[in-house]
């Protein structure tokens, strides 16, 4: 059973514009999430986190959107860049321990010139 | 520069060879992971540490042993590898005792098992 999905396997945007990632859970239990963006041959960095109390959070050009009862987040990226290129992971965990994260499949994004 | 390390980086080797994948970080981080990445799968947890000592099973724990007799190491030893281990493996730390800190990674470790 799944409990953290990204329905999504690809998605390709041009430079410039907005790319919008997908994540959706089904545990109700999760109250901190985080997306990390992977590059080939190296480890996943960590990008950017929401906890349950709020809806959204900003960094730079990336923003996470939290909508817990549709139990759905989203992370938009604007401008996108052709550095953006990377597999995009979300996970979640319970309790804001982050001490055991469920990871979704991961979305390649593509970011074409 | 803090940074978790993980070797070999590569390794192909033989079913039923014990291996054994390091993991260092140099951090000061209590809390220890190991995940493996599959296509299709994401990255499953494999097993844990919340400090030196103590270690509990994660997601998908079969055919692997773990130990934590230092802070800043937590070998991933495969006694008997099977070809269903062939994997890509991520060690990953943070500091325990603080919320909303986000886990870091190492570069990972790609076993084929033969």
């Known amino acids: 059973d799944q409990q953290v999905k990204q329905n999504s396997p690809s998605l390709s945007v041009q430079e410039g514009r907005i790319s919008i990632l997908n994540c959706d859970y089904t545990?109700?239990?999760?109250?901190?999430f985080l997306w990390y963006k992977k590059y080939p041959a190296e480890g996943p960095t960590f990008l950017i986190s929401i906890s349950s109390i709020k809806d959204k959070n900003e960094d730079g050009r990336f923003t996470v959107f939290l909508n817990k009862s549709a139990k759905h987040l989203s992370l938009h990226i604007v401008p996108s860049q052709p550095g953006d290129s990377a597999v995009y992971f979300c996970?979640?965990?319970?309790?804001?321990?982050?001490?055991?994260?469920?990871f979704g499949k991961g979305t390649l994004l593509t970011v074409n010139p | 520069e803090a940074q978790v390390t993980q070797n070999p980086r590569y390794l192909i080797t033989v079913t039923g060879k014990k291996l054994t994948v390091t993991c260092s970080q140099n951090m000061n981080h209590e809390y220890m992971s190991w995940y493996r990445q599959d296509p299709g799968l994401g990255l499953r947890q494999i097993y844990y540490?919340?400090?030196?000592?103590?270690?509990d099973k994660g997601d998908v724990p079969e055919g692997y042993k773990v130990s934590r007799k230092e802070k800043r190491n937590f070998p991933l030893i495969l006694e008997s590898p099977s070809p269903n281990q062939t994997s890509l493996y991520f060690c990953?730390?943070?500091?325990?005792?603080?919320?909303?800190?986000?886990?870091?990674f190492g570069d990972g470790t790609r076993l084929s098992i033969l």
């Open positions: 990953a730390s943070r500091r325990s005792g603080q919320d909303y800190q986000p886990q870091h």
């Open positions: 996970a979640a965990s319970v309790g804001g321990s982050n001490y055991k994260l469920t």
């Open positions: 540490s919340m400090n030196v000592e103590v270690t």
């Open positions: 545990n109700s239990m999760f109250d901190y």
